[in-house]
């Protein structure tokens, strides 16, 4: 970078970090101001903050090395996180759930779900502790996609660049909680907006594919020759050829159905850490809709700027030599294409991606051990301003712990596989059942989870080391833990008594859920019954057409950047008839609270 860019980019990290003591007093006044903003935040502040948060840098490299190397390949094979499609499911059932059980974490959502007794307190406990350990994990995997980006441009080592951006973002989030993480994500959406616009102009203008190019493949150094065709086709093929870490996506037709089984699931578990905290966060059902569909919206101009990236390190390989490491295409695109002064913008764009994931990681993580572990359990009478400072301890604990874990991690695509498939499965099976199973108790979900996590870490640490499978690591990374967590919740549900009925009762009540509950719905009036009953089933109905409205909309802006007009047109009028039955389905009947 020129000078200039150092300024730019020094300019916008000291005005971040000032803003953060500007609006100090306000998120001080107690920890639901602190974490939930008062819920009084406007939807689409809260829409646009959670773009701002799911475009981070990692996965904005990752998302763009796939895509580089395997075209529209890369979008298929990112439905397993990337794609974020559990916004279809919170956008028409899991949001509005969710936020009408008027709690600040998923944790203290267990006392609704599982009563305040010694069954209540553990699954709260166990899943406090469950959340804090996966922010752990992902504050790793974003401090080396976010270090692996800042470093080639300062001239630093990737590690202390990863370690600087976050302890920036962490001094802004520590001292203005959950205000400053949401305005702050909006002023940096804005700017991941000018990179977005600047970027496709770009490559739109400069770039014209050949029918045939080459390309690196990611972990490896080997090359391919594929044709414009193939790359940008929107069928995926049963079968692809990769070597090395990558050839786990081989059996491509068969991947494809692991990862959508894969998303059901975890849509129908409803989420968690910072993107659940928009929706607890929220005013009311219609306002939970209305800033998930904003949400979605902004997020699918992700998947044009990275293809743009994509076309233009193409392009460079083209004129120059090919990029070794598809996983530093963004930052040699923006190396040498981008004239200086801008660069400095969108550098500072870039950080500003990495910096929104950092600041909603850490706020959202925190508020589990205040409002779950430290106010409930150890000191209930503390006061407003104890609580906020042990926001900001657990929040330079959690950053801590994550930077340390970075250090044993290489590969940004071998975390991420992790984090989605073994994690994350382990987590969200028990948090499936606690929704639709009326007989699930907290001693299932306490057991399932731990179960599950017990199985993620065996699995990463042990037995694929000892399998040496690259081609089935994947399904082993999903299954196993997935298997433990499930045979724990079953185990721990039999073993022991069911929910107080009652709690149950208030439960379904409040939430008004689908699924086994005709031992609590029966006990309502007809006419109640009946009024859930419609509810639930234009839910179930819109959430399989949001899926492929979701998918085809983000579809949308790849073959748009790669100019395929034919493609084009069929995706707009399936957009179209997919919107139509999606407005009678879900938009019209959002209630006007």
């Known amino acids: 970078m020129e000078k200039i860019d150092y300024i730019i980019v020094t300019i916008y990290l000291l005005f971040i970090v000032i803003f953060g003591f500007f609006i100090q007093r306000k998120a001080s006044t107690g920890i639901e101001s602190y974490f939930l903003g008062n819920r009084n935040l406007p939807w689409w502040i809260l829409g646009a903050s959670g773009m701002a948060s799911n475009t981070d840098l990692a996965g904005t490299m990752l998302l763009t090395s796939l895509v580089y190397s395997l075209g529209t390949k890369g979008f298929f094979i990112e439905i397993r996180g990337g794609v974020v499609l559990i916004m279809a499911f919170l956008m028409t059932f899991m949001g509005k759930w969710n936020r009408r059980a008027q709690v600040m974490t998923i944790a203290e959502w267990m006392e609704l779900r599982f009563g305040k007794n010694r069954e209540g307190n553990i699954a709260r406990i166990i899943s406090a502790v469950a959340n804090i350990i996966f922010a752990i994990g992902t504050m790793s995997y974003f401090a080396l996609g976010g270090g692996k980006f800042l470093g080639g441009f300062l ?66 150094e080997q090359l391919q020759e594929l044709s414009l065709r193939e790359w940008s086709s929107l069928f995926p093929p049963i079968k692809i050829d990769l070597p090395g870490d990558y050839s786990i996506f081989n059996l491509f037709g068969g991947v494809m159905l692991f990862y959508v089984f894969k998303v059901f699931l975890e849509g129908g578990a409803g989420g968690g850490g910072y993107m659940i905290q928009r929706y607890f966060a929220a005013k009311n059902d219609r306002e939970a809709g209305l800033l998930s569909l904003f949400w979605i919206f902004l997020l699918s101009f992700r998947w044009p700027l990275v293809t743009s990236l994509a076309i233009l390190g193409i392009d460079y390989g083209l004129k120059n030599q090919i990029i070794s490491d598809p996983e530093l295409v963004l930052p040699t695109v923006i190396s040498e294409y981008i004239p200086a002064g801008v660069k400095g913008l969108l550098v500072a764009c870039f950080i500003a991606a990495a910096m929104s994931t950092f600041d909603s990681i850490i706020n959202a993580s925190a508020a589990y051990w205040v409002k779950d572990i430290y106010q409930a359990y150890i000191k209930p009478e503390a006061n407003n301003q104890q609580l ?206």
């Not at 600047?198 to 493949?217: D, H, K, M, R, T």
């Not at 929040?395 to 970075?406: H, T």
């Open 388 to 593: 906020v400072n042990q926001g900001r301890l657990a929040s330079v604990v959690i950053v801590s712990l994550g930077l340390i874990f970075s250090f044993n991690i290489t590969n940004i695509n071998d975390i991420w596989g992790w984090l989605t498939l073994g994690l994350g499965t382990g987590l969200f099976i028990p948090l499936v059942l606690r929704w639709y199973w009326w007989r699930f108790n907290g001693y299932g979900f306490a057991i399932g989870t731990g179960a599950g996590l017990v199985g993620a870490i065996l699995t990463k640490a042990v037995i694929l080391p000892f399998l040496n499978l690259p081609q089935l690591q994947e399904y082993i990374l999903f299954l196993v833990p997935s298997i433990c967590s499930f045979l724990g919740c079953i185990l721990g549900t039999l073993l022991t008594p069911s929910t107080n009925l009652e709690v149950i009762d208030n439960f379904y009540r409040v939430t008004r859920p689908f699924g086994f509950w005709g031992v609590v719905s029966k006990n309502l009036p007809t006419n109640i019954q009946a009024k859930i009953k419609r509810e639930n089933r234009r839910d179930i109905l819109a959430t399989f057409i949001a899926i492929p409205w979701q998918l085809v909309l983000f579809l949308m802006g790849i073959i748009l950047m790669m100019k395929q007009w034919d493609s084009f047109g069929i995706l707009l009028l399936m957009f179209i008839l997919l919107s139509i039955g999606l407005y009678f389905t879900w938009f019209k009947h959002l209630e006007k609270i």
């Open 155 to 220: 001239g630093i080592d990737d590690r202390v660049a990863g370690i600087l951006l976050i302890l920036l973002a962490l001094i802004y989030t520590a001292v203005s909680g959950f205000y400053g993480v949401v305005l702050t994500d909006v002023f940096q959406g804005i700017l991941i907006f000018v990179a977005i616009i600047y970027i496709c102009f770009l490559a739109f203008q400069i770039v014209n594919l050949p029918e045939n190019f080459v390309v690196s493949i990611p972990g490896t």
